[in-house]
């Protein structure tokens, strides 16, 4: 068919791998480069996002597209087959709604928690109780977010069920535990046990140790400021 | 028919004008009905649950949270009257893109420049205008956002406009000075009767954020 189809992201971003995800869920075929986001980003980055200067990025014979849902909605009305949006206009709006909550309360306030000092950390850590309570009745019994097969919720809500729980191991913290929430934990793994996840996730033996430096800089930072 | 759609709103808020706007367009018939965000509804709190907040848009008695949600779902309900969305994916795409950032940066801004002072509001006060020049930047030379007709992004922005009084008498600065273009899209928008009758008075606005400022013992 001739498509370019390329993604600058970067290998541990949570962001960057929902890119990733849906092109892999739709079998189509891309060029990936790895932008050095914490040293040196490329002219090309600059380029292709200049109001945000960052990843991921996805380009499509020549045309950019960025912002991780705005890459998720174009990906899925461009490649109109193995759909992870719901048809129904009531439906895909209540989709819609659970991405927002996840992007805008839930992974923030967890990942708020992993690296908050200590006296601040029981508010936020209650905040993310209460969040992740209310993101697990989405769930409502179902397999996935998206019902039998993965949708549209369950791409964006892996940084929840993947980045957030490595975050978690190394912070000593049990936030997604399956006591509390075992709804959303038996959720967490049957995502991250399919195929298709288990093989493009950022392998765990790397995240670790970039997961565990990135929370002593923003301690670091945070003392600091 | 009314009856198929509630929308609970309350008249200062530019996301529920944004829905306002977007039913006006498709001339779409539905009962508004005004919340005291100090007193909130039955109704509201049980059709958002998760954030009890308005807009809520309640379409055969079910709720559609969230003002960019709504207006993406009234476009795809109503599909056939005065599309707001393009139908090319990459014309989404970049739609969306605006819309997102004007999500992130417009009301928080905006929101700084009327309660804050100082170095805070300076700051705020230069990132609003940079971001206004960038969207300027997007509108280029044509009518609206959305090409020749209202779109997406011009029904996510212009409620804006009904708060720029405010911002200006609060952080002293003209924006039309700075602006021009971005004004002049807002004056083609309010020949519109679906943005003017959707917009409320900018001095009422600036009265309502005063009695704010005085709730919040904002000097």
Not at chain 1, 106 to 135: G, H, I, Q
Not at chain 2, 114 to 143: P, R, S, V
């Amino acid at each position: 068919m001739g498509e370019e189809v390329k993604v600058f992201g970067y290998w541990a971003s949570p962001y960057s791998y929902r890119a990733e995800l849906a092109l892999k869920l739709k079998g189509v075929s891309y060029e990936y480069i790895n932008e050095d986001i914490f040293g040196n980003k490329s002219d090309l980055l600059l380029k292709y996002n200049p109001v945000h200067k960052k990843v991921p990025v996805l380009l499509h014979n020549g045309k950019s597209i960025v912002e991780s849902v705005v890459i998720l909605e174009y990906i899925e009305e461009t490649w109109k087959h193995n759909l992870y949006l719901p048809q129904d206009p009531y439906d895909k709006a209540t989709a819609r709604f659970w991405i927002k909550f996840i992007d805008e309360k839930c992974f923030p306030t967890l990942w708020l928690a992993a690296w908050s000092p200590e006296n601040e950390r029981e508010k936020v850590t209650n905040e993310a109780c209460e969040y992740m309570k209310t993101l697990e009745s989405a769930l409502n019994g179902k397999k996935f977010f998206g019902g039998e097969t993965i949708g549209m919720v369950d791409i964006v809500a892996s940084s929840v069920g993947y980045f957030i729980r490595v975050t978690q191991e190394i912070m000593g913290l049990n936030l997604l535990s399956a006591d509390k929430f075992p709804q959303l934990f038996q959720w967490s793994e049957d995502f991250a046990n399919c195929s298709i996840v288990k093989e493009s996730l950022p392998p765990r033996d790397k995240l670790l140790p970039f997961v565990k430096g990135l929370i002593a800089k923003y301690q670091q930072d945070n003392a600091k400021a | 028919m009314a009856g198929e759609l509630v929308l609970l709103d309350f008249w200062p808020s530019p996301f529920g004008m944004r829905s306002r706007i977007a039913l006006a367009e498709k001339g779409i018939p539905y009962e508004y009905r005004e919340e005291d965000l100090r007193n909130k509804s039955d109704l509201l709190l049980q059709m958002n649950p998760v954030h009890k907040k308005i807009p809520v848009l309640i379409h055969n008695g079910k709720p559609v949270c969230e003002s960019v949600i709504q207006v993406q779902y009234i476009d795809e309900v109503w599909h056939d009257k005065a599309p707001l969305i393009p139908s090319d994916p990459y014309q989404r795409a970049v739609a969306r893109f605006w819309v997102d950032f004007i999500d992130k940066k417009i009301y928080e801004l905006g929101s700084k420049i009327w309660k804050t002072k100082g170095e805070e509001q300076a700051n705020a006060k230069k990132e609003f205008i940079e971001c206004l020049k960038l969207l300027e930047g997007e509108l280029g030379d044509k009518t609206y956002f959305g090409g020749e007709s209202l779109g997406y992004v011009d029904v996510a922005l212009v409620p804006f406009y009904s708060w720029f009084y405010a911002y200006e008498k609060c952080g002293d600065f003209s924006i039309e000075a700075e602006c021009p273009k971005m004004i002049a899209w807002v004056k083609r928008c309010m020949q519109k009767e679906s943005v003017a009758k959707s917009l409320p008075d900018q001095e009422k606005v600036y009265e309502f954020i005063l009695q704010l400022k005085k709730v919040f013992g904002i000097e």
